[in-house]
């Protein structure tokens, strides 16, 4: 899922200093998840815009906030109220911002969330939530020869042929609190006896295949 926090709310007023009627919206996976962009964030900002002398002329929680086609549906059913708005918030990940943009073209959308990563859930409860980047959707899996551990992204140095030498004690020699990932990789294919995959030289990364922006066509 995309990994999002809200902006300070002092900047995210700054941005919004010369609007009086805002539409809120929302998203009902990722945004809400990372408690950035659902129903209890989004009464939130309704309370905190209120109580700043603001009008919020409406609200939505898109299923998924970057998906074009419930955008359209949500401006058919609510073009009065948008259309009459002088700002949208988007309280969803940049995507979903850029999506509402893309459909209701002549709006003024503000983005009140900053876009981290893509993660998992590692926890989650009612008091707290935690959130861990384990792929950085480089375009070129390497997880059948590294143990299904990402040297691209938990290696601060991306190295994809091993350990660069500098841990001391099995933690990286970036950060003494994080484990060198080559190592945990070392003891994974030891464990599967595929130690072999160790010795394999990677190839360089072909960066054609992470450029941006990317986009997919199923048939
Ligand atoms: S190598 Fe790492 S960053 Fe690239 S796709 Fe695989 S898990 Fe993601
Ligand atoms: S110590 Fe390990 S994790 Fe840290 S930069 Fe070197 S190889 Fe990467």
Redesign the pocket.
């Known amino acids: 899922m995309i990994i999002t926090r809200q902006k300070p709310i002092d900047e995210i007023l700054e941005t919004i200093k010369h609007k009086k009627k805002i539409f809120l919206i929302g998203c009902q996976l990722c945004a809400t998840t990372c408690r950035t962009g659902g129903e209890k964030e989004i009464k939130a900002m309704e309370k905190v815009l209120s109580d700043k002398g603001k009008k919020v002329t409406g609200c939505a929680v898109l299923d998924p906030a970057c998906n074009l086609l419930e955008i359209k549906r949500l401006y058919r059913r609510k073009k009065k109220e948008i259309n009459s708005s002088d700002a949208l918030l988007g309280m969803s990940c940049g995507g979903g911002t850029q999506a509402v943009c893309e459909i209701i073209a002549d709006a003024s959308i503000f983005p009140t969330n900053d876009t981290l990563f893509q993660g998992e859930i590692k926890k989650i409860t009612l008091k707290e939530a935690e959130f861990e980047q384990k792929c950085s959707l480089c375009g070129e899996c390497t997880l059948s020869v590294t143990g299904a551990i990402c040297p691209v992204t938990r290696?601060?140095?991306s190295?994809i042929n091993g350990?660069?030498g500098?841990?001391k004690n099995g933690k990286?020699?970036?950060d003494k609190d994080r484990d060198?990932?080559?190592i945990a990789i070392y003891e994974r294919l030891k464990k599967n006896n595929k130690l072999e995959d160790m010795k394999k030289i990677r190839m360089p990364r072909d960066h054609e295949k992470n450029k941006a922006p990317r986009s997919l066509t199923i048939e």
Request: aromatic share 8%; hydrophobic share 30%.
């Open positions: 290696c601060p140095k190295l350990p660069c500098g841990a990286c020699e970036t060198c990932v080559w």
